[in-house]
């Protein structure tokens, strides 16, 4: 199937991508994907990535119920604003066969109160943590859970915003504001630690501004990399939520002076979405492209035999390459992560399919090596190399391609990770007047003054539709444009620039 | 709390071990639980297990919608039969506040079909392999699915059969009767390997006899271990359903001799039911016990210390044993499995509880091996080491401890899977005559020669409450008594023993 451009039609061309790489499809289920074996493999990459960071900075995973009762959702106003309306609501438990043996609802089986399938899962947890919390010796709680999500979305989008969609989410409990904001920017930089090492994305950090906060929220810490259409996506916010929630579901502890007070809280999450966030970094008009540690598959050896017996044979002529693979890791930069990305390789000996479909099948899902041998080859000690990412091919010696394959690997990381850094510096824009924001921020990240006041802020996405996406941290900030100056709206002094940009 | 002993009450028993150990609670969801961190730190590292284990047979993950179309689950008789029943129904997809502010399903946002919260995910599987199966070329498809399951159940029983639980399910698709009986078969095995190597337990298998086979299955394999109170406890069955599935489904491919023919299927699962069946089989009066393999945390260091130079201390101190702990794993001698089993750790340095809190703690989680050490302890290159399933604890050198870690939890894994074994061969009695037979299985297995007839089976299991569990393979029946014989029903000629007993 050939991949629309995109800058003909980007919602397009990412469809494309994901149906030729074989990523996921629809279902008979509304706006419900069945997300297929290799999409699924990366999350598992994802998640192990994750789950390694994670449990190094002391969180624990758990699992909450997945229906929320209906009386829980009401308690918190907001709650029921931002998340709760459209959603899959169970009202009854029983089917049964009517008098013509069709299938059907059975009326006496209702709920007394009606159940909904999580939206979001902060009044369960709650729920469980007013149980456990009795003292400041119960905290801090650090949890984590990977659960599905289900939201009646009224604007879906394939594969991006879809009914149910999986996610892993965090909500910490502590005692103290200072604790709890210490959480909230440590995971921020987990985040971003996860997203530079592991995704080769270079996003922009820094706090939102006051006013586009999460709801509640006495902090929150974004995360904001540029996409290839030059918008920004938002990955991975962090939010220090203060005492809201304990004081909704009356969560109190008694503290280290003897006073009762109310819990505090932090929260944070990632979903399926992040696999979008990443075919929309780095994939090309042609194909997905993926990082090495996030791929599934690294190596692919494609034997070309006619017999079980050259099958064998090639086989052992590889065995000193699977050796050397089987010992090696991916490098990974990594503060936090303490475990190990294998070097995962595939041998395809269907006998089935032809070399020339085995080629394409794996060009399309982005395998960065592939490694073919041809009975001739092994004459000369001999195989050939195939580098995804320059298309180059060589015929080399196998014992040179032993001790290339896993820093071409590494290679291939790097270099995704600087052009996408690369490619967000070339497009972001330091600009000091309100006309050339309005121009660039049609298209570009624009770094400019802000006097810090909402006006200002509502009069720019009034005109322009783009947002202040956060006030980056000055590590984001380029050297040559890192002094005071004046609101490019009010004129106002102002001590930072911060990034605005149209975004998903 | 103190724990209800097993022979006055099994089932309090099992709840006083589960809270004991605070593995899960009840949430505010009728049935529903919520999983503790250490339940489901055991949970990741069976998911683990299998998940290698599966991954060197050739299986991959995906993930299929949460809802069925209602219409789906009419499409097989014996599917709603034996499924679909009694669940959770989503009949609308809004709330709304109504003219009194409260939160109200909006009668007007009703579905056109109502969705089914999967009960089991057999029906949305088949309908997805049915667009991607046209030739032999596309098979065979062989997929796990981790998913919550949600079934409202009537005899539900806390925390082994509750409303939701966590499952994984494969579905396999085969063009061949052969090839999907191998897969049965070899799957089968890799469960047992699991289940020995892993949570060190003993089973009997064998296949199901003809009329205990799942509901449409040509052949059904069992794994039947025996619980601490002598009964069975199906876990991990694996069947071969033949082409049932691909005929209601209509998924028909070209097979290599260019005819079209139906796809076969086969299907296995575990559940969050396995934790249940670890506790049952190892735990004792009085605790949890933990196979090595699936614990979450091997050791816990407590340092005694007053002042935070204290701990330095006692940390710099210990660091040759974290050292020696970092470099190995536990052994494990699965034929599947290649994966590692790290050692896990955890320094128990929290200044808010007392020693003895710590102390009672860990017990209760039954953490295999506890180090301590105080002040004085370092003046003599000591440290305390306790042993967990003896109880023994001694002040060895800190030189003699490195040595003796790794060895000894892999003595603790061996420890348990030989004392489960022999508890079930110990309990297990060869019979020649019904009225031996109804005696002994009241409370014990019983190997029995059976005439394969149905009548006889029935007979039995009217008469004593017993059911045949699975046609043994030879290896589980005693050499001494691996002889053809007679059905101590009928009479008649039997060729080989099979396993009764009470179960779950």
């Known amino acids: 199937m050939p991949i629309t451009p995109r800058d003909q039609d980007y919602s397009?061309?990412?469809?494309?991508i994901v149906q030729n790489a074989d990523l996921?499809?629809?279902?008979?289920?509304?706006?419900?994907?069945?997300?297929?074996?290799?999409?699924?493999?990366?999350?598992?990459?994802?998640?192990?990535?994750?789950?390694?960071?994670?449990?190094?900075?002391?969180?624990?995973?758990?699992?909450?119920?997945?229906?929320?009762?209906?009386?829980?959702?009401?308690?918190?106003?907001?709650?029921?604003?931002?998340?709760?309306?459209?959603?899959?609501?169970?009202?009854?438990?029983?089917?049964?066969?009517d008098d013509n043996k069709k299938l059907i609802v059975d009326p006496e089986a209702k709920l007394e109160e009606e159940l909904i399938v999580r939206p979001t899962s902060e009044t369960i947890i709650w729920d469980s943590y007013k149980r456990r919390v009795n003292s400041y010796r119960d905290l801090p709680i650090l949890i984590n859970q990977r659960a599905n999500i289900v939201r009646w979305e009224m604007r879906t989008r394939i594969f991006l915003r879809t009914t149910e969609f999986l996610r892993q989410e965090w909500h910490t409990a502590h005692a103290t504001y200072e604790e709890a904001e210490a959480e909230t920017k440590k995971m921020h930089r987990v985040y971003n630690d996860f997203a530079t090492n592991f995704m080769a994305i270079s996003p922009v950090l820094g706090p939102k501004p006051e006013h586009d906060k999460f709801a509640g929220a006495l902090t929150t810490y974004a995360v904001e990399p540029m996409m290839q259409d030059f918008k920004a996506l938002q990955a991975g916010t962090s939010h220090n939520l203060g005492q809201n929630f304990g004081k909704v579901f009356d969560v109190k502890f008694t503290n280290d002076k003897n006073e009762l007070d109310y819990v505090r809280w932090t929260s944070r999450w990632v979903s399926t979405r992040l696999i979008g966030w990443l075919i929309m970094s780095h994939s090309d008009d042609k194909w997905l492209v993926l990082p090495p540690a996030i791929a599934p598959?690294?190596?692919?050896?494609?034997p070309i035999f006619k017999t079980p017996e050259e099958l064998d044979n090639i086989k052992k002529y590889l065995q000193p390459i699977i050796d050397k693979i089987n010992s090696e890791k991916i490098k990974i930069k990594s503060e936090y992560f303490d475990d190990e990305i294998r070097i995962v390789?595939?041998?395809?000996?269907?006998?089935?399919?032809?070399?020339?479909?085995?080629?394409?099948?794996?060009?399309?899902?982005?395998?960065?090596?592939?490694?073919?041998?041809?009975?001739?080859?092994?004459?000369?000690?001999?195989?050939?190399?195939?580098?995804?990412?320059?298309?180059?091919?060589?015929?080399?010696?196998?014992?040179?391609?032993?001790?290339?394959?896993?820093?071409?690997?590494?290679?291939?990381?790097?270099?995704?990770?600087?052009?996408?850094?690369?490619?967000?510096?070339?497009?972001?824009?330091?600009?000091?007047s309100y006309e050339e924001l309005k121009e660039k921020v049609q298209k570009w990240f624009v770094m400019a003054h802000w006097d810090g006041e909402l006006e200002s802020a509502l009069k720019i996405q009034d005109e322009t539709k783009a947002t202040i996406r956060c006030i980056p941290f000055d590590e984001f900030i380029d050297d040559k444009y890192k002094w005071e100056g004046k609101c490019i709206i009010s004129g106002k002094n102002s001590k930072q620039r911060v990034l605005f940009a149209k975004s998903y």
């Open 345 to 432: 390789y595939k041998i395809d000996d269907d006998d089935k399919k032809s070399m020339w479909r085995k080629f394409n099948e794996w060009e399309l899902k982005w395998v960065p090596i592939r490694i073919a041998v041809w009975p001739r080859d092994m004459e000369n000690w001999n195989i050939e190399l195939y580098r995804r990412d320059s298309g180059e091919k060589e015929s080399i010696k196998i014992s040179d391609a032993i001790n290339k394959i896993t820093p071409l690997l590494n290679e291939i990381q790097d270099k995704l990770l600087n052009k996408n850094r690369k490619f967000r510096e070339d497009n972001t824009y330091y600009v000091d």
């Open 24 to 97: 996921a499809e629809n279902s008979s289920v509304r706006w419900c994907m069945v997300i297929k074996p290799y999409w699924f493999a990366m999350r598992e990459n994802i998640q192990k990535a994750l789950d390694s960071m994670f449990k190094n900075t002391g969180h624990v995973n758990a699992y909450f119920p997945l229906f929320i009762p209906k009386s829980f959702l009401s308690k918190e106003a907001e709650h029921v604003e931002h998340f709760a309306k459209e959603c899959a609501i169970v009202t009854h438990y029983r089917l049964k066969l």
């Open 297 to 302: 598959i690294h190596i692919v050896i494609v």
């Open 12 to 16: 397009q061309w990412y469809n494309d």
